[in-house]
Every structure is written in structure tokens, then in C-alpha cells.
């Protein structure tokens, strides 16, 4: 059977703990979506970001 992907959600991605979390997550091989308040374009990340607003 395959192995099913893992995926991780992370709020508050944009900066400090959240940032460095998301960022551990994609560098450990998991699909990270982050999410922001102030929108998806908030900076260039590794990661897949999503808009709260
Ligand atoms: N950094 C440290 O060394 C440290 C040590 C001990 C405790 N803490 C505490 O841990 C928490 C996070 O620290 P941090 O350095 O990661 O903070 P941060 O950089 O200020 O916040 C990280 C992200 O969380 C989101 N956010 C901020 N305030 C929010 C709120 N009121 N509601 C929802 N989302 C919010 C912001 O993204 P969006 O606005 O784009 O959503 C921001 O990019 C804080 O309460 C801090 O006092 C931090």
C-alpha cells in the first residue's frame, strides 16, 4: 500500500515561531500550507500560503 503524504497546517505562518515551524515541516518533507491574516502574499515562503482574510 502507498505510503499517504503528510500534510501540515500552520496558523500565524508569516513570521517568528509560526515562519520557523512551517519552514521545519517543508525541510522534513511534508506539504505545508501556512496561513496569514494580512493575505496569501504576504512574503515569499517555502511553503503554500493562505489567505484568513
Ligand atoms: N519568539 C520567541 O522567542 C517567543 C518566546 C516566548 C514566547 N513567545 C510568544 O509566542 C507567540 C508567538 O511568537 P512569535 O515570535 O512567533 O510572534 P510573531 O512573529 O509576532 O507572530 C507570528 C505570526 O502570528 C500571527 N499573529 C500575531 N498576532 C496574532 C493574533 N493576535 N492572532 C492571530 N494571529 C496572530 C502573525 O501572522 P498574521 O498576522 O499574518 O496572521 C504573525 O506573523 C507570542 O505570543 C510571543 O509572545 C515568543
Given at each position: 500500500m502507498k505510503p499517504r503524504k503528510s500534510v501540515a497546517l500552520v496558523t500565524g505562518?508569516?513570521?517568528?515561531i509560526g515562519k520557523a515551524t512551517a519552514e521545519r515541516l517543508t525541510t522534513a518533507g511534508y506539504t505545508v500550507y501556512g496561513t496569514s491574516r494580512r493575505g496569501a502574499q504576504a512574503s515569499q515562503q517555502r511553503f503554500a500560503m493562505l489567505s484568513l482574510t
Open positions: 505562518a508569516p513570521s517568528g
